[in-house]
């Protein structure tokens, strides 16, 4: 690992994306661990897939989202009133760090010092084990992949795998080092040490955290997918429960979970269904014995409501985090989910995370894409993906009159000189003679053209001009 | 303002056109009408498939059949329900025979015996709110009756279900138990035992929850 990739993950510097992505295709290991594992998600979810009309799956997919997020404000407001009728309180938060707030001060509100956390990208978007940690209150992952990068003080190189870029070696020298298990490549004994380890933290913990997949607006429902159990316990055992999750994640009807849920897991690791959907409505009852006393809900905006404003942009937040364009791009398979520096790495982080640190932290990730089209073709909810991210590119130089830039950072990486060669190129192009004459001078004085263009011919052999322009070939044809 | 206001005040005068809401057509999600036998056959075809193991019994046999299956496992303790069909069956086939092991009764708040559930039940038995054939899912709405923790905690989670109360689809078993009307506390399907494959993708069971789910089919 090089010392890029080994700096604090809450330090790193997302515009140093080519250095990263320079020492991850390096590193064999990096490499080898995923590709095995994306080929072996890809093949997944194809086979989870099969006998279904998945065309049609994703068109009601994609319209499930579509409405919702056309109903946004009212939904929002109709999960609130139900899920306070149920018991749960809603809180509301502008960005991470109020969201991080809300969380604290439920915490200290109850004397809480621990806390053990379910699976939660939002939690990760906040910082939030960073935030608590900082003010005296443990946060612990319980989920085994979120348990490992935390053990390792990184962050999730995967939104569904958080550990994908380990090997079993690796890992089991971690849990050595840093909890005392004996090494072994005995996957079955490592799994049953940490749930030793963790069944002793979920029955001493005073709040747990999760995130939610779902929430459903009709009946107040909170739905988490999960195949651990983790997420069960965190939302069971201690007294309070702390859902977190993003504005956009809300939907009408119970019925449409039915559809999104039969997309999300086949999409993510081609499984029919995970091993638990978990539906919460409600904290314990008084008749009840078990389940926490407190339930809340931190809604948290941190960028969405500004994604919502452009009508292209909007079709982001889709989004229901399954990872499937992750798993099926070329460029994520190859440099790894830290290389990206982003919270979501891959395609929907390279269209989601501009927006949540703007263009000119982010200049690099629309462009560190081939635009091969894959992740528009497997998203389970039609994101087209692909042609967000030329229009961020295009906002990342400003250039397109016709659409104008939104979002913040925009053009932080116009270069003048390419501009006017763009503007020349386009003078050239729309004017017959100009684009005769201009040809002509280059062919005649091809000999001049340059052997290396930068990036370009690290790899490939520059293109050559031909001694005579087509025009010209064709004049002769017809003499 | 408040957070929430400005969040909604944002959304509600969104600068961009009108957003369309499409309709949305369920049918993609339907399935032929499977007979029962035809449910069954496919709902143990797919929780087999993900590690789960399923007994087919009846009303009057099950109980034995349970008895063998925990004995062959060296179960101490089984966690039963105090009202429920399943936990009073248990509780008086427990007074005529010795085979079954020690049956501990989930009657008090979680708070007064945490550590005894998580360090010493070997079994939890639940019954279901039916099943869902195409994932291989039960449907579980625990109660004050039936706690949630019954089938998360204890390393094996048997579960009773009626063949006939299975589902071809989790749509279909949502719109004929009318969910959109009333939910419980806690919800949940089940399909499986706990699993991971956080290690290098290779799948370990029972890494939070129960390492094997038995499921009692009653025929």
Redesign the interface.
Known sequence: MTDTAEKSPHQIDVKEFHPRARAALHNPQIRQ?FR??MD?LMSKRTAAFEG??LE??R??GA??R??A?????DL??QLEQKLTENGIKVH???DAD?ACKIVRDICVARDAKSVIKGKSMVSEEMELNHYLQERGIEALE????EY?VQLADETPSHII????H???EE?SQLLHDKTGTNLSHD??Y???S??LQ??EKF?NADVGVSGVNFAVA????LCLVE????G??TT??PPCHIAVTG?EKVVP????V??L??LLTRSA?G???????????????A?????PEEVHLV?V?NGR??I????QL?DTLRCIRCGACMNHCPVYTRVGGHAYGTTYPGPIGKILMPHLIGLDEGRHLPSASSLCGACGEVCPVKIPIPDLLVRLRQESVDGDKLHPARVRGHGAKRNTVEAMIWKGWGLMHSRPGFYRFGTGIAAKFRKLQPGSLGGWTQYRTAPKLAPKTLHQRMKERQQ | MSARDTILQRLRHRSGGELTAPACDFSVLQRPDWSTAEKLDLFQKMIESVHGEVHRTSESAWVDILAGLLKSRGAQTLLVSRESQVGRTLKDAASSRDDLPDLLVYDEAIEHWQQELFNTVDVGITSTRGGIAETGSLILWPSADEPRLMSLVPPIHVAVLYASELYSTFHQAMLAQRWHERMPTNALLISGPSKTADIEQTLAYGVHGPKELIVLVIE
């Open positions: 661990n095995k594992a072996g279904w009309d049609t799956l068109d009601l319209n499930i579509k409405r997020l056309a109903n946004l404000p929002l407001e509301w938060a502008v109020e319980s989920d085994l992949g490992i795998m958080p550990a994908i380990k090997n079993t890992i996957v079955n490592l799994t049953a940490a749930r963790l069944r029955m009709e009946t107040g429902t195949n651990e159990g983790n069960r316990m069971t055992v504005i009807s119970i019925e449409d039915t559809g849920l039969a690791t499984q029919h269904i995970t091993t638990y959907f978990n539906m919460i409505s409600g904290p314990r009852k008749d009840e014995l078990d389940g809604l905006d409501s500004s919502y404003q452009d009508d909007v």
